[in-house]
């Protein structure tokens, strides 16, 4: 390399390459030795790679661990750290349309969202997995699990939600704000006609949480719906 800049485009770059190599492994063993096993080797790979990186990272960048985490998080302010979670969140947002308009205008609107739905049937069941690994949930945490999921997505910390209990079997999950309809609406276009992935991306990561757990669409654009809400989905646990 001839410059620093040069060098620092490679490093980000070498970035980009570990993630997608990363991702890539997930898809090979999901494709050939099917969903189950491929997020048992998830489960290990993801642990084990990550304390391998950052733990080379922090000799070089010459930060302390504390617990298989970077300790200049650790002792990060809570505000400081929930605005890095709600830009981490926003910028997976931005990464979501960036795609989505790398399709639509490459080709057309039809193929963006044929891949877009395509995509949350992958990605819904994924998120899910995360959470659960993340917060030690069981295999059928039912639905005060799905609850706890629910908060805990990325698009919690980018939109405004909320849950309405119906019975002691069901309740209904309501997305009050959403960032891309509210920005369209600011902008005096229709609703973006959404339903299409949510038909794929909340039943997905329902049955994810509990297997037990089948998924109702109330409402979602193109459908009419309240001021209050932009979606609403009913979740029910069938024992």
């Known amino acids: ?18 993630t997608m190599h990363h991702a890539m492994w997930f898809s090979e063993v999901k494709h050939q030795m099917g969903e189950e096993k491929a997020f048992k080797a998830l489960d290990t790979a993801l642990t084990k790679s990550r304390n391998i990186q950052l733990k080379r990272l922090s000799k070089v960048l010459g930060f302390e661990m504390e617990e298989n985490l970077p300790a200049p998080l650790l002792n990060m302010e809570e505000e400081t750290l929930k605005e890095l979670l709600d830009a981490a969140s926003i910028n997976w947002l931005a990464n979501d349309g960036v795609w989505f308009q790398a399709v639509e205008f490459a080709d057309n609107m039809f ?45 919690a910390y980018i939109n405004e939600q909320s849950i309405v209990d119906e019975t002691d079997t069901s309740f209904v999950f309501q997305m009050n704000h959403c960032r891309v309809q509210d920005a369209r609406k600011r902008k005096g276009l229709d609703d973006y006609p959404c339903k299409s992935a949510g038909m794929v991306e909340y039943p997905r990561f329902a049955a994810a949480i509990d297997s037990r757990i089948k998924t109702e669409c109330i409402g979602c654009p193109p459908d009419p719906h309240p001021e209050e809400w932009f979606c609403a989905w009913k979740f029910t646990l069938e024992e």
């Open 111 to 155: 193929d963006a969202k044929r891949c877009n739905d395509s995509c949350w049937a992958q990605f819904s069941p994924l998120e899910a997995w995360s959470i659960k690994r993340l917060i030690g949930l069981g295999d059928h945490p039912g639905l005060d699990g799905l609850k706890e999921a629910l908060q805990l997505r990325l698009y």
């Open 1 to 18: 390399m001839n410059n620093k800049k040069e060098m620092v485009e490679l490093l980000l770059d070498f970035f980009h390459r570990t």
